[in-house]
């Protein structure tokens, strides 16, 4: 398990037509690495979004973080269009990052990636929320949990997808 990463998501809440909730980030691997940029899924079950649910009903965002530094690129969030149930996180490759420059990510270490937000015009069935999930496997029209980074002494960006990248979700609302 020389390369992988642990993403979780936790601290769910919702109030109103919004949930907020963090994601974090662990290297659980055996080599240190240092990260370039990130990219998460988050599915939702059909049935916590209510009646009249449309992909234009729901908007996803970055909220906010501290505990990154050097920050990774701008988040960007958006609906798969192929999948009205999952959304896309993710902040791009950046040329302007550099092996030098880039977040250290040591074995053992967890960062939070930021507090994010899906919004609903329809809201959301009250006590199903526990359907929201990181998206652990390569799936077509899916977004999978994935870093690219440099691991170890090596100089290329590596791509870091399932299977070295395992997810856990704690989210009890």
Sequence with gaps: MANHVKFQLNNCSVSGNRVEFDVFITNDGTT???LNSSQFGVNIDPLCLGSGFTM???TNGYVGN???SPPLPS???QANRSSITSLRFSTPPSLSITKDTGLKFPVGKTYKLGRFYIDSATGFVSGLMTNLKLQDVVSAGKTVCAVN?????STILTGIQPPNVSTENICSI
């Design 32 to 34: 240190d690495m240092v």
């Design 56 to 58: 234009q009903s729901v």
């Design 66 to 68: 501290t505990e990154v």
């Design 75 to 77: 988040w960007t969030a």
């Design 149 to 153: 980074a440099w691991v170890g002494a």
